[in-house]
């Protein structure tokens, strides 16, 4: 009966389609892998097989290896790698290695069939025979198929060992029809690895290339250098703590593979909005900062208004001199001068040292400082022309009076406003369907559970999970930040407790905010970028709205 009725052929092109079809769909690398060999094992009966893959240092890379009589089962999904070094494609000298069988066929993109490996002339097969010896095996009948992609280079080699016959159970050769199965599943095989190859590959090129804006943003800011790429380890850190939390909250709530990447990529580009936002404004260490700080400019005016004091008063005096005889009188007229001078000198160097302690802007301004700086900024001195002038300008005096931080409110609507771009950006960029919510994800992150946040003043209910996840991980990581200009980096207590009190005030989503603390997400977070000395001991009763 000719090989081509024999009637195990149906069954087996029908075995062909559906593995091919399997092939289509399967996403995990070493799975494919694996369901190639195993799938041509299946459709010939044969006892062993390798499959090869082909680096770019030219060598034939052992990905895969079975053998049904031995029970060996090497790389894939067995988590155990196949312990033999590569098969060079060419030798020391440049020449192309056709002893083996798979350079061969790798080499001059041809099948090679070959009935009994002990007979054949044309190959060297003495790591076969050492392989036999050890282990008492015979291999005989081969089979290899280089697996070829769309542009005719190959990409992997097929190698099947000793066909079984159905039958009788003797080993035989392959057969020409189960070649030409092979040659077909092979094909198949080759796209659907070249297919999972250029989905992996745009996946690390775009991953790649968020990753670079994230870093072009921290890279513009010397301050907030590392947010970027903080924010996404801390979102993973509560995103997986929230997944795993089965008895609270969260028990139905999961994510797969490709809604963690979604997650990953969203936490990347959360700020990408900023990469717009001027560097004076985003980088603004104290109030009075422009292109340098202006405190400078206001200490030389101290200077000045002091000497200007002393010069009036020299003048008075020279003057009494010229005008008045009587020398008692004229004594304590300079000495009642010079007292004032003192007293207003020592004023001024106590002023002074206010409004550089208020430029910094660490502390909350009351009404009794904001007007000082008012009092301050009124006095006048005598400019290069010899009119009087304030001695603090209108601007000076604006910047000096926020009453919290270092941005006026113009320059907080810039940086709030970064948000706003990025939803611009990422809202503008063709999604494929498993990245749709990277904007609603990357774009919550300022968002309020009662409503009062910003862009958008989303409440609890309308936003998802993993965007409340986001907004814990940016706020975390912006209390424990050591690089921001306006304020010391906050201990693990010190930040726990202030996110603890935007719990009570209901900014945050308080469910996630008792998985972070109950978890100790903080502690796993701090041990991997905290300085030790921000790493205190956190005494869980003493943060406000947590509940065990």
């Known amino acids: 009966m000719s090989d081509y009725q024999h009637p195990y052929l149906l069954e087996r092109l029908e075995r062909l389609n559906a593995i091919g079809v399997a092939l289509s769909v399967e996403r995990d690398n070493q799975r ?14 044969a006892d062993g097989g390798t499959l090869y893959t082909i680096h770019e240092d030219k060598h034939l890379k052992f990905e895969i290896m079975r053998n049904n009589t031995l029970k060996l089962a090497l790389g894939g999904t067995t988590g155990q790698a196949v312990p033999f070094r590569p098969l060079p494609l060419y030798l020391e000298d440049g020449r192309p290695n056709l002893t083996t069988v798979a350079s061969h066929a790798t080499l001059n993109k041809v099948t090679v069939n070959i009935a009994d490996a002990y007979e054949a002339v044309n190959f060297d097969f003495s790591g076969t025979r050492e392989f036999d010896e050890k282990t008492g095996y015979r291999s005989q009948s081969f089979l290899t198929i280089p697996m070829t992609n769309h542009e005719s280079d190959v990409i992997g080699v097929l190698q099947l060992i000793n066909a079984v016959d159905i039958d009788s159970g003797e080993i035989i050769p392959f057969s020409v029809a189960n070649q030409s199965l092979v040659e077909s599943l092979a094909s198949q095989a080759a796209v659907a690895m070249t297919n999972q190859n250029l989905i992996d590959g745009f996946k690390e090129l775009f991953e790649a290339f968020i990753e670079l804006i994230a870093d072009a943003i921290d890279q513009k800011s010397p301050y907030t250098g590392g947010h970027c790429r903080r924010v996404p380890e801390l979102t993973m850190m509560l995103a997986q703590a929230a ?16 809604e963690l990447f979604e997650l990953k990529v969203a936490s990347w580009l959360h700020d990408c909005g900023k990469i717009t936002t001027p560097e004076a404004v985003m980088d603004k260490p104290t109030k009075l900062s422009s292109i340098f700080d202006r405190i400078a400019l206001i200490d030389q005016r101290f200077d000045l208004i002091k000497q200007q004091a002393e010069n009036a008063m020299l003048r008075k005096q020279l003057a009494l001199l010229k005008n008045n005889n009587s020398t008692t009188n004229i004594e304590a007229a300079f000495q009642t001068m010079h007292t004032e001078l003192q007293a207003f000198k020592q004023q001024c160097d106590l002023d002074r040292e206010f409004l550089r302690s208020s430029n910094i802007g660490t502390e909350s301004m009351t009404e009794a400082d904001q007007a000082r700086v008012r009092e301050i900024g009124n006095r006048t001195l005598v400019d290069d022309n010899g009119q009087p ?8 005096l604006y910047n000096l009076s926020i009453v919290r931080g270092t941005l006026t409110a113009e320059e907080r609507w810039v940086i709030n406003n970064h948000i706003n771009v990025t939803i611009t950006m990422l809202d503008s960029l063709p999604y494929p369907r498993s990245l749709s919510r990277v904007p609603e994800y990357a774009c919550g992150h300022h968002e309020r559970m009662d409503g009062t946040g910003y862009p958008r003043g989303l409440k609890r209910e309308e936003m998802s999970v993993p965007a409340r996840i986001m907004g814990i991980a940016d706020i975390f990581e912006a209390l424990t930040s050591k690089d921001r200009p306006y304020k010391k980096a906050k201990t693990l207590t010190e930040s726990l407790q202030i996110l603890g009190r935007m719990k009570v005030n209901h900014h945050i989503d308080p469910d996630l905010f008792d998985v972070f603390i109950r978890e100790k997400i903080y502690l796993k977070y701090a041990e991997k970028f905290l300085e030790p000395e921000q790493i205190d001991e956190v005494d869980h009763s003493q943060i406000p709205g947590y509940v065990t």
Request: glycine letters at 6%.
């Open 243 to 258: 997944i795993e939390d089965k008895s609270g909250p969260f028990k139905d709530f999961t994510l797969n593979e490709n």
């Open 32 to 45: 494919l892998l694996e369901m190639i060999l195993l799938g041509a094992q299946e459709i010939t009966n």
């Open 389 to 396: 002038v304030n001695f603090l300008s209108d601007d000076e």
